[in-house]
């Protein structure tokens, strides 16, 4: 996104978001402009910080925006051991920090931490945060912070330099044709290659989670019913924020494209408060040859400002599929459409195929549609765990550590999961091998800061069609502090039938880290294994040495 144009100017400046602990919407009387995130320096650098600082390291991000809570009792906005000691000092960041809108106004409004305009000011800009997105600061104490030397005019000079700098980049004062970047239109946003991407994304996300008797890919000629409440969904297929769009592609209207005979029968909205629809529902599964029913979420479940209170699917959803399931014994294939997990255990049971699509844009029906019917191979990985219904009673939403029994993401959860971390399947088969096991001996020393071990592992589609799979690494320490697991690489690669291929995985110092309670990263010698999907290599780290 922000690559220069002639190594000169940004096309754009990329914020990545939100820094830190921002995991409460709005729930039990708590909302996000007052939430106080309580946690220890290990689960912050353990868990909430590493995807931000990867936006710094590796993306180079321009921009960052701080969060509406408070962390450990200091807003996050405010607070300068985020922004100014860990992202400028450690991280090396050189952009510039924005709040999330109104927030400045939430350091004394909702959090309470200052009494007046000027104090709050002051707390925003010496905590880091260069820009208020709202009006606070120009609206209210920033002139009377300036006056009363609460903050100095050094110090507005030190933000104005991190603002212009990246307007400047930009080419914001620049003539026109100075940069190709000033030229583009909406038409080159909705270009072909565009409209491609779009639904490349799309097919390469969706997760097939249960295939039962290879019941998939479906035979375009066999009559089809397809129903649930998010069977017809356009807009909910964008998640939040987005524009205006030429198209919007249901998955009602993708099978359409390719199926013969289509019935349809919604059954319920989303809430499924209402089953009198069922009915008519059941008949079209009585009447055709297989069924494939739709559910999930929309903004209406989960949204900015609003929380799931439970893991299960909206009202009466699940009863849908029951009496669905009851009326044909035909193939019975489920598509999950939603942001974050969902409690399918009873599709995974009873359901001859599940599908989880996330919210997968605006060819997210085509793209649907191609998976169930082969024209592209599933190769998309849960990006996160999905839990069951109950882990909601087990840990409080307030509760932001990750070793609260049972435990908080794949790193930590000991309990069973519905679907794992990573899981998915493919239409094709692959099996997994080390490349060089003599290379990588049982005796590791791991001697500098630039020491790397490579992992070398040959992946085979063993299968009868061409297909892509996403490649895991992990690692696992033996203390019993540490991660289960942690993924430290993932590729993807296409293969096809018969193919192979080799990948490296490179294993630096990092990723033989660990974290201690204080948050202080450390390299430890102790047994290690190294987990590249079913292979497992355990490594006995003898010394460390000059680290």
């Known amino acids: 996104m922000q690559e220069d144009d002639a190594n000169k100017y940004m096309k754009t400046v990329a914020t990545c978001k939100c820094l830190a602990a921002y995991d409460l919407e709005n729930w039990n009387k708590s909302d996000r402009h007052s939430f106080n995130a309580i946690f220890s320096p290990q689960d912050l650098v353990e868990t909430y910080l ?61 959090h309470h931490y200052t009494s007046n305009p000027a104090d709050t000011v ?16 120009q ?29 400047m980049r930009l080419g914001l004062f620049d003539p026109a044709n100075y940069t190709s970047y000033h030229t583009l239109c909406p038409a080159d946003v909705n270009a072909n290659k565009s409209q491609e991407l779009t639904l490349k994304l799309a097919q390469e996300s969706i997760v097939l989670l249960q295939n039962n008797k290879s019941v998939l890919p479906l035979y375009p000629k066999l009559s089809v019913a397809v129903m649930g409440p998010k069977s017809d969904a356009t807009t909910t297929m964008q998640g939040n924020y987005y524009g205006t769009t030429p198209f919007l592609i249901s998955p009602l209207d993708g099978i359409k494209s390719m199926a013969s005979n289509v019935t349809t029968a919604k059954g319920c909205d989303v809430k499924c408060n209402d089953d009198s629809g069922f009915k008519e529902a059941v008949t079209a599964a009585q009447n055709t040859q297989a069924v494939i029913v739709v559910v999930g979420l929309d903004r209406s479940q989960e949204s900015e400002g609003h929380d799931c209170d439970e893991l299960t699917l909206p009202g009466k959803q699940e ?3 029951m009496a669905i399931r009851s009326a044909t014994k035909n ?39 191609q998976v169930i019917y082969g024209d592209v191979n599933p190769s998309g990985r849960l990006p996160y765990t999905i839990y069951p219904k109950d882990y909601v009673n087990q840990i409080s939403f307030f509760d932001m550590g990750m070793r609260s029994k049972p435990g908080g993401t794949y790193k930590f959860y000991t309990g069973d999961a519905v679907y794992p971390f990573g899981y998915g399947l493919s239409y094709t088969t692959f099996s997994f091998s080390w490349s060089e096991l003599e290379k990588l001996p049982p005796q590791l020393q791991v001697l500098d800061e630039l020491s790397t071990v490579q992992y070398q592992v ?13 490649v895991l690494a992990y690692m696992t320490y033996s203390d ?32 033989f880290m660990t974290v201690d ?17 079913d292979l497992s290599l355990k490594v006995y780290k003898c010394s460390i040495e000059n680290v």
């Open 319 to 321: 009863d849908f599929l």
């Open 331 to 369: 193939p019975m294939i489920v598509v999950v459409m939603s942001g974050g997990p969902v409690d399918i255990s009873w599709a995974k049971i009873n359901a001859d195929a599940v599908l989880w699509c996330g919210y997968p844009g605006q060819s997210g029906g085509k793209a649907i549609e």
């Open 122 to 137: 002051a707390a925003g800009l010496l905590g880091g945060c260069d820009l208020n997105c709202g009006s606070y600061y």
């Open 480 to 511: 019993v502090n540490a991660p289960m697991k942690q993924l430290f690489g993932f590729q993807r690669v296409e293969l096809n039938p018969k193919e192979n291929t080799t990948l490296i995985f490179d294993a630096g110092v990092e990723t």
């Open 517 to 533: 309670k204080g948050g202080n990263k450390i390299l430890k010698p102790g047994s290690y294994t190294v987990n590249i999907e």
């Open 50 to 110: 590493p995807g931000l600082e990867a936006c710094v390291r590796d993306g180079n991000v321009a921009s960052i925006m701080c969060s509406y809570n408070a962390v450990n009792g200091i807003p996050s906005c405010g607070n300068s051991f985020l922004r100014n000691t860990i992202a400028r000092e450690q991280w090396g960041f050189e952009g510039y920090i924005v709040s999330d809108c109104g927030e400045i106004n939430s350091i004394e409004k909702s």
């Open 139 to 167: 609206a209210y104490g920033m002139d009377e912070a300036v006056n009363n030397k609460t903050i100095t005019e050094e110090d507005v000079d030190v933000t104005l330099t991190r603002l212009f700098t990246y307007r």
């Open 458 to 470: 040959t992946v085979t589609n063993t299968g009868s069609r061409s297909g892509t799979v996403a």
